[in-house]
């Protein structure tokens, strides 16, 4: 197996002050210490509610400090927001979810986290049905699919709950306070451009996607797209979809290099997607060996991966940031104050030589607040 160590580093430093160009917030604090559960958070929270709401906006009696202690927030003017990721169990939206808690712990709110074990618009469903039946003040949610989920959550929306788009979008975001996500054009401009250079700009390449529909990986595609078109030696293949799935990622591999050996390139546009690549590279043996992968996202499998040089360069999003100002959006439409529209995110490329750097290794995904 080959263990190309590429010097990506002229490409990722030009990519990086690009992408902190686009980025709307790159000043973003590396990951912290975390806190767990949504009782401590709660508590530890209400010790910081004077200074955040309690001070500084008009409406304080709904942040204020009269209602410190709050395991009975939403009674007495705590609010009470609920995160609805993508899917559980994805180091992506555990990061979110560990950035959403460290700001509700600062601003002293009550966060809980609830979501369905696959990500599918009707397994996302049910969950936000449920949650509505005992509706927080705000929900983060990160839709599924960009039209499957803009009537249940624009039912949400009439039923008086601040509703902010975290990650992933909807055909109409208007009906959201707040949406907040990564420049994923961008990001899939990024991974064309790694991918290219690692290639010798020569070669079919190939794209695993998830499914068609997630606003996210949809732009990722499209970034990509636009972004190779520039190599008149590259031949794209087109994309083919994992469905989320490990396991199919790595069969997609398996039949495109039976289809056609040449392949020199991959771009997986997710977590899921770039680990299952990376299987079917490893599985490939000796003629996955000169096939370069960029996967998206960094979770601790892919670095591994990484370092194991079965895939040569990662996309990293910054969930944390996501969840943070998130929480902190939902927060300022509840108190009645200004908020952005829409927030985008910035993004690292990771390297096997980069990984230990102070400009990477803080947006490497936990499995774990
Ligand atoms: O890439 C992230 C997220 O941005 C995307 O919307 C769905 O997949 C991930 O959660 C990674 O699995």
Redesign the pocket.
Same mark, same amino acid.
Request: charged share 15%; proline share 0%.
């Given at each position: 197996m080959r263990r190309t160590r590429l010097t990506l580093a002229a490409t990722v430093a030009a990519l990086s002050i690009l992408a902190a160009a686009c980025g709307g917030d790159a000043a973003e604090e590396p990951a912290g210490t975390g806190t767990t559960g949504g009782a401590a958070a709660t508590d530890a929270g209400a010790e910081t509610g004077t200074e955040t709401a309690g001070t500084e906006t008009a409406g304080t009696e709904t942040a204020g400090t009269e209602t410190a202690g709050t395991e009975t927030a939403g009674t007495g003017g705590d609010y009470r927001i609920t995160l609805i990721p993508? #899917?559980t169990g994805?180091e *992506?939206?555990v990061s979110m979810e560990c950035g959403a808690r460290e700001a509700a712990e600062e601003l002293g709110v009550e966060l809980d986290v609830q979501g369905a074990d696959t *990500?599918d618009p009707t397994a996302q469903t049910p969950v936000l049905e449920a949650v509505l039946a005992d509706p927080p003040d705000a929900i983060l949610i990160?839709p599924t699919d960009t039209q499957a989920l803009q009537a249940p959550i624009q039912a949400a929306v009439d039923a008086g709950v601040v509703v902010v788009l975290v990650? /992933?979008t909807l055909d109409d975001p208007s009906i959201a306070a707040s949406a907040i996500a990564?420049d994923n054009v961008e990001g899939g401009r990024m991974a064309a451009e790694a991918l290219a250079e690692l290639i010798g700009e020569e070669g079919p390449v190939l794209v695993i996607n #998830?499914n068609p529909g997630?606003s /996210?990986?949809d732009q990722r595609q499209q970034g990509f797209e636009g972004g190779i078109e520039a190599y008149e030696n590259i031949t794209y293949l087109g994309t083919e979809f994992s469905n =989320?799935e490990p396991a199919q990622a790595a069969s997609i591999v398996d039949a495109t290099l039976a289809a056609e050996p040449e392949l020199a390139g991959i771009f997986a /546009? =997710?977590? !899921?997607s770039a680990e299952g690549a990376a299987t079917g590279i490893r599985n490939a043996g000796e003629a996955g060996a000169d096939i370069s992968v960029v996967g !998206?996202?960094a979770g601790p499998a892919q670095v591994d991966q990484l370092e194991e040089g079965l895939v040569q360069a990662l996309i990293v999003?910054k969930p944390l940031e996501i969840g943070r100002q998130g929480v902190e959006q939902a927060v300022a439409a509840l108190n009645g104050e200004p908020v952005e529209a829409e927030i985008s995110t910035d993004f690292v490329t990771a390297t096997q030589e980069n990984l230990d750097d102070e400009e990477i290794a803080p947006f490497l995904y936990r499995d774990a607040c």
């Open positions: 993508g #899917v994805d *992506f939206y *990500f990160a990650d /992933t990564s #998830v997630i /996210t990986t =989320n /546009t =997710n977590l !899921f !998206f996202d999003q």
